[in-house]
């Protein structure tokens, strides 16, 4: 942890410091404020020090949509206040937590504060909640909305604490819930009338202790699942083990004292230029738009650039090189340093492309030769300079310290910001060897250094990149919907006007700024307003869990019966409940619906219900580590083999060459596998394993921490005495384990996948239809496999899978090849599969051969319900 220097002052005038006591007054007074305030007006960083400063006693949490704001922010804060992260203030994001119990200000994923909410209803432990860039519409951000609402009621309703246990040994009652709603371009009026009406009827007498003990059918479950509708029993109360707060459910007429507060003014003025006429191909202009601005406009000035995911960035990165490298004079080339920003890529990755270069000496580049990736690095100032990249965000055992601060522990290890790995003293001395050597031959300074920030939506809100003086916007994003069926579908689209400000917003944050707009102004007025709530378009299977799992849907525990910001369509979350259902999550059992401990357990895993029943299947079936692997690496959501045109060919050999002949799953195992033996002891090392193969070293990294974390939840859950039980009674093992010890390892994980990707299946039709049909629709859709396959029509003609590189615990050899179609034991007749992904044509990307008894055997009720 970097020891605590002094405060960094946020700057003079920032807005809301002269709104303090009007704001703070007007949250005294009521339940709920809603913060409207221009982008970088200070909303993020300095409420929650003047609420501290009014209330030392006070415990919030701040609820981000993304983790890279979370982190970001949070760093940010307690570097103004001159503390250590993970004191007072504080960050929690899936798989990484930055807090202790001093810790008062908590910044934390809106999806992390959900599966609080499942364990803790009232959100007791916190006297505010601040929920951040409201206007998003992101799915987990709608529901916590409508479960802080619920929270705020509950605890109005309590009586007036006593400081003390509360009665009958109850926990103590913590007192009202203030809650903030912050955004520069949120509906404040929806937002303002939702928290001042008082929940529907349904809600009311909601989540008494035995509503989740016996808890009574959905009218809406009953009707899709084919069940007759229950008379509901009224059972005598008695409180539910564990709840921290048995209070009674909001009564009727109970909204809450809503007040508003707008934050007038920004600090320093943006202006957006736009493109004359609409652009080709946005990534293309992009680079050229960045090299323009490096020519045109005078150092110092950064440029973040909005692109749409990983491997688009990745390949940016790379074609700015390249073109810089060919059309710029060698010093001017030589100062323009491309970073990618995205979610998957580890801490000291993001802090590179967040944090400033480093002052003095710093910002000369140098092939630093990183042990693990061999990647290159901006120097770090190598004495007397204090501030190194990663101290801010990410400083724990991964700190660099080779600038000769730091905790002794720490001294002799520096962190790889390509890879995020931890560099070794030999290799860090002969790193600062190197960069002495390039620095003496340069003519540039560090302020001569221009960043360019490729980056995804995840710098759109909240987070300031310290240089930033330029942003080129592409105008797109990309969006998750789902099918009918629930199998999730990846595309394109355009931003809303609200995105476009946000990200023009980026600009001025630290001075006057410019936006370039890749798109015209027309196609800016064609644009919606506002994001679409994700809710009414994604899957809704994750969040009808949660609620269940919460007991907030009223006394007949149906999801449509919840106090949603807006509703989704009932028939959305009905087909939820279906796939639930189909997944084993959730229970008709005698005309009612429970949550199992099955789904109880899904609930618990910090990945997509299909991820979260195959690891949950692997472990009655003995096989959870490859499954582990193929999860991981799906979960750190980014590029697995080097991106660009010049890595290409690499690639593509490095993928045959790890082929699986079942599919991608066990691919993807076999490099997680193989990198870690190449990591461990003895092993080659994990950069020369990945340049060898043309991996991407910072997802496999990011991939290796995910499996770490759910491995050691997996082992968790699968010691409690609830899933032994779940295990006993063959909940998930029909046949038993004498038939698993027959079944070979590849057949293990396939049956896992099929258990788990209930919905997410295609059929191969042949004859004039030619492709995957996807099963589990109302209407057929058809899609090819995705060309980065390894069951792709092209991987399967050159003659599919060979034996994996790393071998590993695949067991590739012994095999056998699934059912085919094509007569000639290679295409596979069904399979199951990640995501749709949608450009001129559908794909199935990461597809698995299953056989289609298994998707019987497993979901055969869901299909057949659907299909009905
Ligand atoms: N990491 C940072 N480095 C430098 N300056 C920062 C940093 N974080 C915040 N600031 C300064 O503090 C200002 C306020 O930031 P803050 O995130 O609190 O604003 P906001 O109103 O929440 O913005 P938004 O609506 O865009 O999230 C920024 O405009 C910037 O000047």
């Given at each position: 942890?970097?020891?605590?220097?002094?405060?960094?002052?946020?700057?003079?005038?920032?807005?809301?410091?002269a709104?303090?006591?009007?704001?703070?007054?007007?949250?005294?007074?009521?339940?709920?404020?809603?913060?409207?305030?221009?982008?970088?007006?200070?909303?993020?960083?300095?409420?929650?020090?003047?609420?501290?400063?009014?209330h030392p006693?006070?415990?919030?949490?701040?609820?981000?949509?993304?983790r890279?704001?979370?982190t970001?922010?949070?760093?940010?804060?307690?570097?103004?206040?001159?503390e250590?992260?993970?004191?007072?203030?504080?960050?929690?994001?899936?798989?990484?937590?930055?807090?202790?119990?001093?810790?008062?200000?908590?910044?934390?994923?809106?999806?992390?504060?959900?599966?609080?909410?499942?364990?803790d209803?009232?959100?007791?432990r916190?006297?505010?909640?601040?929920?951040?860039?409201?206007?998003?519409?992101?799915?987990?951000?709608?529901?916590?909305?409508?479960?802080?609402k619920?929270?705020?009621?509950?605890?109005?309703?309590?009586?007036?604490?006593?400081?003390?246990?509360?009665?009958?040994?109850?926990?103590?009652?913590?007192?009202?819930?203030?809650?903030?709603?912050?955004?520069?371009?949120?509906?404040?009026?929806?937002?303002?009338?939702?928290?001042?009406?008082?929940?529907?009827?349904?809600?009311?007498?909601?989540?008494?202790?035995?509503a989740?003990?016996?808890?009574?059918?959905?009218?809406?479950?009953?009707?899709?699942?084919?069940?007759?509708?229950?008379?509901?029993?009224?059972?005598?109360?008695?409180?539910?083990?564990?709840?921290?707060?048995?209070?009674?459910?909001?009564?009727?007429?109970?909204?809450l004292?809503?007040?508003?507060?707008?934050?007038?003014?920004?600090?320093?003025?943006?202006?957006?230029?736009?493109?004359?006429?609409p652009?080709?191909?946005?990534?293309?202009?992009?680079?050229?738009a960045?090299?323009?601005?490096?020519?045109?406009?005078?150092?110092?000035?950064?440029?973040?650039?909005?692109?749409?995911?990983?491997?688009?960035?990745?390949?940016?990165?790379?074609?700015?090189?390249a073109?810089?490298?060919?059309?710029?004079?060698?010093?001017?080339?030589?100062?323009?340093?491309?970073?990618?920003?995205?979610?998957?890529?580890?801490?000291?990755?993001?802090?590179?492309?967040?944090?400033?270069?480093?002052?003095?000496?710093?910002?000369?580049?140098?092939a630093?030769?990183?042990?693990?990736?061999?990647?290159?690095e901006?120097?770090?100032?190598?004495?007397?300079?204090?501030?190194?990249?990663?101290?801010?965000v990410?400083?724990?055992?991964?700190?660099?310290?080779?600038?000769?601060?730091?905790?002794?522990?720490?001294?002799?290890?520096?962190?790889?910001?390509?890879?995020?790995?931890?560099?070794?003293?030999?290799?860090?001395?002969?790193?600062?060897?190197?960069?002495?050597?390039?620095?003496?031959?340069?003519?540039?300074?560090?302020?001569?250094?221009?960043?360019?920030?490729f980056?995804?939506?995840?710098?759109?809100?909240?987070?300031?990149?310290?240089?930033?003086?330029?942003?080129?916007?592409?105008?797109?994003?990309?969006?998750?919907?789902?099918?009918?069926?629930?199998?999730?579908?990846?595309?394109?689209?355009?931003?809303s006007r609200?995105?476009?400000?946000?990200?023009?917003?980026?600009?001025?944050?630290?001075?006057?700024?410019?936006?370039?707009?890749?798109?015209?102004e027309?196609?800016?007025?064609?644009?919606?307003?506002?994001p679409?709530?994700?809710?009414?378009s994604?899957d809704?299977?994750?969040?009808?869990?949660?609620?269940?799992?919460?007991?907030?849907?009223?006394?007949?525990?149906?999801?449509?019966?919840?106090?949603?910001?807006?509703?989704?369509?009932?028939?959305?979350?009905?087909?939820?409940?279906?796939?639930?259902?189909?997944?084993?999550?959730?229970?008709?059992?005698?005309?009612?619906?429970?949550?199992?401990?099955m789904?109880?357990?899904?609930?618990?895993?910090?990945?997509?219900?299909?991820?979260?029943?195959?690891?949950?299947?692997?472990?009655?079936?003995?096989?959870?580590?490859?499954?582990l692997?193929?999860?991981?690496?799906?979960?750190?959501?980014g590029?697995?083999?080097?991106?660009?045109?010049?890595?290409?060919?690499?690639?593509?050999?490095?993928?045959?060459?790890?082929?699986?002949?079942?599919?991608?799953?066990?691919?993807?195992a076999?490099?997680?596998?193989?990198?870690?033996?190449?990591?461990?002891?003895?092993?080659?090392?994990?950069?020369?394993?990945?340049?060898?193969?043309?991996?991407?070293?910072?997802?496999?990294?990011?991939?290796?921490?995910?499996?770490?974390?759910?491995?050691?939840?997996?082992?968790?859950?699968?010691?409690?005495?609830?899933?032994?039980?779940?295990?006993?009674?063959?909940?998930?093992?029909?046949?038993?384990?004498?038939?698993?010890?027959?079944?070979?390892?590849?057949?293990?994980?396939?049956?896992?996948?099929?258990?788990?990707?209930?919905?997410?299946?295609?059929?191969?039709?042949?004859g004039?239809v030619?492709?995957?049909v996807l099963?589990?629709?109302?209407?057929?859709?058809?899609?090819?496999?995705?060309?980065?396959?390894?069951?792709?029509?092209?991987?399967?003609?050159?003659?599919?899978?060979?034996?994996?590189?790393?071998?590993?615990?695949?067991?590739?050899?012994?095999?056998?090849?699934?059912?085919?179609?094509?007569g000639?034991g290679?295409?596979?007749?069904?399979?199951?599969?990640?995501?749709?992904?949608?450009?001129?044509?559908?794909?199935?990307?990461?597809?698995?051969?299953?056989?289609?008894?298994?998707?019987?055997?497993?979901?055969?009720?869901?299909?057949?319900?659907?299909?009905?």
């Amino acid at each position: 942890m970097s020891t605590p220097s002094s405060p960094i002052h946020p700057g003079q005038g920032l807005p809301i410091l002269a709104h303090g006591p009007s704001i703070l007054g007007a949250l005294d007074r009521a339940d709920v404020l809603v913060l409207s305030g221009e982008t970088g007006s200070g909303k993020s960083t300095q409420l929650p020090q003047l609420l501290l400063a009014r209330h030392p006693d006070a415990v919030m949490a701040i609820s981000q949509p993304r983790r890279v704001a979370a982190t970001a922010v949070a760093a940010r804060v307690a570097a103004e206040r001159g503390e250590p992260l993970g004191g007072v203030v504080g960050y929690a994001v899936r798989f990484d937590e930055r807090c202790s119990p001093a810790t008062q200000v908590r910044y934390a994923t809106d999806g992390l504060m959900l599966r609080e909410a499942v364990g803790d209803p009232t959100l007791s432990r916190y006297t505010h909640v601040l929920l951040d860039e409201v206007h998003e519409r992101a799915l987990a951000t709608d529901v916590l909305v409508a479960v802080v609402k619920r929270a705020a009621i509950l605890r109005r309703q309590l009586p007036e604490p006593t400081g003390g246990e509360g009665a009958a040994g109850a926990p103590p009652n913590p007192g009202p819930l203030k809650v903030v709603l912050m955004s520069a371009t949120a509906d404040v009026e929806l937002l303002v009338r939702y928290f001042s009406t008082a929940p529907p009827p349904a809600g009311r007498d909601a989540p008494t202790a035995d509503a989740a003990a016996s808890p009574s059918p959905s009218a809406v479950a009953s009707e899709a699942l084919g069940v007759a509708s229950p008379v509901v029993k009224k059972k005598k109360k008695r409180p539910r083990p564990g709840s921290p707060l048995p209070v009674a459910a909001p009564p009727p007429g109970s909204g809450l004292a809503v007040a508003r507060h707008h934050v007038r003014g920004r600090q320093y003025p943006v202006t957006v230029l736009y493109a004359a006429d609409p652009v080709a191909d946005y990534l293309d202009a992009a680079v050229t738009a960045a090299l323009q601005v490096h020519v045109d406009q005078p150092v110092p000035g950064d440029i973040l650039v909005f692109l749409t995911g990983a491997d688009e960035i990745d390949a940016a990165v790379e074609l700015l090189r390249a073109r810089a490298g060919r059309l710029l004079e060698r010093s001017d080339a030589r100062s323009l340093l491309p970073l990618p920003l995205y979610a998957s890529l580890p801490p000291a990755a993001q802090a590179r492309a967040l944090l400033p270069l480093p002052p003095g000496k710093g910002g000369r580049r140098s092939a630093h030769g990183c042990r693990l990736c061999g990647g290159t690095e901006v120097v770090a100032p190598d004495g007397g300079g204090r501030q190194t990249m990663g101290d801010l965000v990410h400083d724990g055992a991964v700190r660099a310290s080779r600038s000769g601060g730091g905790a002794a522990a720490d001294a002799d290890t520096t962190t790889c910001s390509e890879c995020g790995g931890r560099v070794t003293a030999a290799s860090a001395a002969a790193f600062a060897a190197a960069a002495a050597t390039v620095s003496a031959g340069s003519s540039r300074g560090s302020s001569a250094v221009r960043k360019v920030i490729f980056s995804t939506n995840v710098a759109e809100t909240s987070v300031t990149i310290s240089g930033v003086r330029y942003v080129i916007d592409a105008g797109v994003a990309k969006s998750r919907t789902t099918t009918p069926s629930g199998a999730d579908i990846l595309r394109v689209a355009p931003i809303s006007r609200a995105a476009a400000a946000q990200r023009a917003g980026r600009a001025g944050r630290q001075a006057a700024g410019v936006a370039y707009r890749l798109y015209s102004e027309a196609a800016w007025a064609r644009m919606a307003p506002r994001p679409v709530a994700e809710l009414a378009s994604a899957d809704l299977a994750p969040t009808v869990l949660s609620l269940l799992a919460m007991r907030v849907c009223g006394p007949r525990n149906d999801p449509t019966a919840f106090d949603y910001l807006q509703p989704p369509k009932t028939a959305a979350v009905t087909a939820a409940l279906e796939r639930l259902v189909g997944l084993g999550a959730v229970a008709v059992t005698a005309g009612s619906l429970a949550v199992t401990p099955m789904g109880t357990a899904m609930a618990r895993l910090p990945v997509r219900p299909a991820h979260a029943r195959a690891l949950l299947e692997s472990v009655a079936l003995d096989v959870t580590a490859p499954l582990l692997s193929a999860v991981a690496l799906l979960a750190a959501d980014g590029a697995v083999w080097a991106a660009g045109a010049a890595a290409r060919a690499a690639a593509d050999a490095s993928r045959r060459a790890f082929a699986h002949p079942t599919g991608d799953h066990l691919t993807l195992a076999a490099v997680l596998d193989a990198y870690a033996a190449a990591a461990g002891e003895g092993g080659e090392g994990a950069g020369p394993f990945c340049k060898r193969h043309a991996l991407n070293a910072r997802t496999l990294a990011a991939a290796t921490s995910v499996r770490a974390q759910l491995a050691g939840l997996l082992d968790t859950i699968s010691r409690e005495p609830h899933w032994v039980g779940v295990a006993a009674a063959g909940g998930v093992l029909p046949g038993g384990a004498p038939a698993v010890a027959a079944m070979d390892p590849a057949e293990r994980v396939r049956r896992c996948l099929a258990a788990g990707y209930v919905g997410a299946a295609a059929s191969w039709r042949g004859g004039a239809v030619r492709a995957y049909v996807l099963l589990g629709g109302a209407k057929p859709m058809a899609a090819a496999v995705h060309p980065s396959s390894v069951l792709s029509a092209a991987a399967l003609a050159r003659g599919g899978g060979g034996t994996p590189a790393g071998g590993g615990a695949s067991g590739a050899a012994a095999a056998r090849r699934p059912a085919d179609d094509d007569g000639r034991g290679r295409r596979p007749r069904t399979v199951v599969f990640d995501e749709l992904v949608i450009t001129s044509k559908a794909y199935l990307r990461s597809v698995t051969a299953v056989e289609s008894g298994w998707l019987v055997e497993h979901g055969g009720d869901y299909y057949r319900s659907v299909q009905a």
